[in-house]
């Protein structure tokens, strides 16, 4: 199966192509957006030279589900997939703040606190703690969303004060994110995973704030097996994880980070194989349901077809 690593449609009534490090989003007429989840993979926001077969058609199946079961908390711009590797949605003005929810002290938290920072983007942390050790409650910890180059953190009331979001926004986000962190947490307890970290997104529609991009996905959030959790914590040891961050440490591993000057280190076949693996596990983990392999000799013209017909139903 080959990888799925750009697109480029004409679709009816396309005004526009937005090219992301991942997904590539099509804008129909001002009025709905044809997000196709590609096969890319980025790290330290780069992305990397090759893609991973299956693993569009994985994310996206994976935030199709979570946002249908989430609908009841707020409202979503999904309307269809009509391809395993496509949403179909209402465009939104997107807020540009990333909204991230974190219930551990884990990846980039942790190796803040491990230099010794003890606040984290205006949230006081408690002293004394473990990587991977439980927060006596989510904290919340937002990032501008950056068009170019790294996301930043960002403090509520800096947020506030700097006119990205309004005070009134900023608490129903807040409150959002919260009550979708719960939700995804007892979905995941269902699996005997625990949710330790995840990102997300909002546009408005006229005043309205819907949830936007994906959700619960192994690229937006953190998981570890809930089986051991204490005893691995107890003895020190590194939690089992599902999430992209195998990726991270394979690339640290080799000498990457993202910095200036550094190279990303060869992906071999068996590589991105692995990594492919990896994520057929993640998506089994993560949904309780086998993974079926959509097979077939030309995928951009099964997407482009699938699309086609979907958007003259609208």
Sequence with gaps: MEAVTSTNF??????????????????????????????????????????????????NTIAAKFLDATSDI???????????????GKKCEPLKLEVIVRGYLAGSAWREYQAGMRELCGVRLPEGMKENDKFPEPIITPTTKADEGHDENISKQEAIAQGIVSAEDYALLEKYAIALFQRGTEIA????????????????????????????????????????????????????????????????????????????????????????????????????????VEETSDVLKRIENNVSNALKEL
């Excluded at 989840?37 to 790290?43: F, K, N, P, T």
């Excluded at 707020?74 to 179909?88: A, F």
């Excluded at 550094?262 to 949904?287: C, D, F, G, N, W």
């Design 189 to 292: 307890a269902k699996r005997g995973l625990i949710l330790v970290d995840t990102k997300y997104e909002f546009g408005k529609i006229g005043n309205e704030i819907i949830l936007i991009d994906e959700i619960h996905t192994p690229d937006s959030s953190r998981y570890f097996y809930a089986e051991g959790y204490e005893d691995r914590q107890k003895n020190g040891e590194k939690q089992k994880q599902l999430s992209k961050e195998f990726v991270r440490e394979w690339l640290m591993e080799n000498g990457f980070q993202g910095k200036e000057g550094q190279k990303v280190p060869e992906m071999t076949e068996e590589i991105v194989a692995s990594i492919s693996a990896r994520y057929m596990e993640l998506y089994e983990q993560i949904t309780g349901e086998k993974f079926q």
């Design 74 to 88: 707020v409202p979503n711009w999904k309307i269809s997939t009509p391809d395993p590797m496509v949403t179909l």
């Design 10 to 59: 004409r679709f009816e009534n396309q005004k526009n192509l937005y090219v992301g490090k991942v997904r590539d989003v099509y804008n129909i007429a001002d009025e709905h957006l044809v997000m196709v989840v590609s096969d890319r993979i980025s790290a330290f926001d780069v992305v990397l030279p090759k893609g991973i077969p299956f693993k569009g058609q994985i994310l």
